[in-house]
């Protein structure tokens, strides 16, 4: 199953998104490209993040190539959470662009790049206490079709069967009956990753998946990850050194908000000046 939205409905989504915007801000953006390069499904210019003179993130330029699992690597405050969120539309950027499939989001807010295609997950798990694996994320899928799939008396054998494909991907199929508080941390972060995929985003934005996981945890993430990326693009921001090298397809290094390096991870990995970041990041912790 490919779960992407078509160019035309991606285009009426963020086109509506647009006027939206228009009415609320009283200013029109742009819809067409100025440099992104061709083949991007997610790419940022000038991206910057200014709280007064404290400059969290300043002049990112990303390209993010479909299919791909790109991973942002940094020190803690180097910048990686607030990309995620100015991609995600969680804050709006003080400068720059982020273009998805070519076209510019300008202010478009979170729900609007949801529905074009653009899923996340925060570094804080949010799943539903009190509800079932299943049920979790069968609120997720009937979510999709608007407040009425929410108030149905009786899902959809539809809905029932994306759910249950869902736990099964994420390796949760024999938890389906188990109540979200009662998993492990790293399954409530599986769980929740099969939430975001309820909406079938072809972008997944995740904030330090393996966070709180145990080794054996951050082995079954990599290889989630790699089922994953078949059939979306993976963005996340993650610190553990070894998840990165083993699943990472790109890499890229920031620094005081700043980019310092991108490429593989042995490229990245092996640059100097990230070197210099991450030793330097050892001695001040």
């Known amino acids: 199953m490919v779960w992407t939205l078509d160019r035309l409905s991606f285009a009426r989504s963020v086109d509506a998104a647009q006027r939206d915007d228009v009415s609320s801000n009283g200013s029109q953006v742009s819809s067409t490209v100025t440099d992104p390069r061709a083949g991007a499904v997610l ?26 699992i790109h991973v942002f690597i940094g020190p803690n405050g180097a910048g990686k959470s607030t990309v995620l969120n100015l991609l995600g539309g969680q804050i709006l950027p003080t400068e720059g662009e982020v273009y998805f499939d070519g076209r510019a989001l300008g202010r478009t807010r979170p ?24 049920e979790n994320v069968l609120l997720a899928v009937q979510a999709r079709r608007g407040l009425f799939g929410l108030l149905r008396l ?23 009956s188990v109540p979200a508080e009662l998993l492990a941390h790293g399954q409530q972060r599986q769980l929740e990753i099969a939430t975001a995929l309820a909406a079938r985003p072809r972008v997944l934005l ?4 393996s966070s709180g996981m145990s080794a054996h945890e951050r082995a079954g993430l990599g290889d989630l990850l790699r089922r994953i990326v078949t059939s979306a693009t993976v963005v996340m921001a993650e610190h553990d050194v070894h998840l990165v090298r ?39 912790a």
């Open 246 to 284: 083993d699943v990472a397809t790109r890499v890229t290094a920031f620094s005081e908000g700043q980019k310092i390096a991108e490429g593989t991870a042995a490229e990245v990995f092996d640059a100097a000046e990230v070197r210099r970041v991450f030793l330097r990041g050892r001695r001040d």
């Open 154 to 176: 009786h899902s959809r054998a539809v809905d029932v069967a994306r759910a249950d494909e869902l736990l099964e991907l994420v390796g949760l199929h024999g938890a389906a």
């Open 43 to 68: 790419a940022a210019r000038g991206l910057s993040k200014h709280y007064g003179p404290f400059r969290a993130v300043h002049g990112v330029d990303l390209d993010v190539r479909e299919h791909d």
């Open 111 to 134: 729900s609007w790049r949801a529905r074009a295609g653009i899923g996340r997950s925060f570094q804080l798990t949010s799943i539903i206490p009190g509800f079932t694996c299943l």
């Open 206 to 209: 995740l904030d330090e998946p």
